[in-house]
């Protein structure tokens, strides 16, 4: 595994340390890999989200106004017997 240097305020150093301290975390490491993990699957999440977004926007606007859905989704919830 390789290793990188990366340089913190005290305050920072100190938080991570209150981090491992409390059981959280094996280490230092362990902490700064998991915030990694969750950084890219949090951008991985968000270009989902923009795929989403733009092919909702690419397929046109919907025949159907806001209270038409409210009331199908109604419809929907009631026959699948969660509402």
Same mark, same amino acid.
């Given at each position: 595994?390789?290793?990188?240097?990366?340089?913190? !305020?005290?305050?920072?150093?100190?938080?991570?340390?209150?981090? %491992?301290?409390?059981?959280?975390?094996?280490?230092?490491?362990?902490?700064?890999?998991?915030? %990694?993990?969750?950084?890219?699957?949090?951008? !991985?999440?968000?270009?989902?989200?923009?795929?989403?977004?733009?092919?909702? &926007?690419?397929?046109?606007?919907? &025949?159907?106004? %806001?209270?038409?859905?409210?009331?199908? %989704?109604?419809?929907?919830?009631?026959?699948?017997?969660?509402?």
């Amino acid at each position: 595994m390789a290793s990188m240097s990366v340089s913190l !305020s005290d305050q920072l150093r100190g938080f991570i340390k209150s981090r %491992v301290n409390s059981g959280d975390y094996h280490n230092e490491s362990e902490y700064i890999r998991d915030l %990694v993990r969750k950084d890219r699957e949090k951008l !991985s999440d968000e270009q989902k989200l923009l795929t989403l977004l733009r092919q909702s &926007e690419q397929s046109g606007t919907s &025949e159907y106004n %806001v209270l038409d859905i409210m009331k199908s %989704v109604k419809e929907r919830l009631i026959n699948d017997g969660k509402l």
